[in-house]
């Protein structure tokens, strides 16, 4: 999965469980961004790159997402 899908997989959670869902690309290094999900939030990678199965976890980890809610 790369960025994108991503972000398309949890702004439509963040619809269906009322949650605010913000990206901001100016808030992080190069070319990551901050993704917000209701008040917790995470650096996201370059947006078309892959990310690993551990990173993923990591990220919906502090997002406090279950991985089968995607």
């Given at each position: 999965?790369?960025?994108?899908?991503?972000?398309?997989?949890?702004?439509?959670?963040?619809?269906?469980?009322?949650?605010?869902f913000?990206?901001?690309?100016?808030?992080?290094?190069?070319?990551?961004?901050?993704?917000?999900?209701?008040?917790?939030?995470?650096?996201?990678?370059?947006?078309?790159?892959?990310?690993?199965?551990?990173?993923?976890?990591?990220?919906?980890?502090?997002?406090?997402?279950?991985?089968?809610?995607?």
């Amino acid at each position: 999965m790369n960025g994108n899908e991503l972000l398309k997989k949890i702004k439509k959670l963040a619809k269906e469980k009322n949650k605010h869902f913000e990206i901001f690309k100016a808030h992080g290094k190069g070319s990551h961004s901050t993704l917000k999900y209701g008040e917790k939030k995470t650096t996201i990678k370059d947006l078309k790159k892959e990310i690993g199965p551990g990173l993923l976890s990591k990220m919906l980890k502090q997002l406090n997402i279950d991985k089968g809610e995607l």
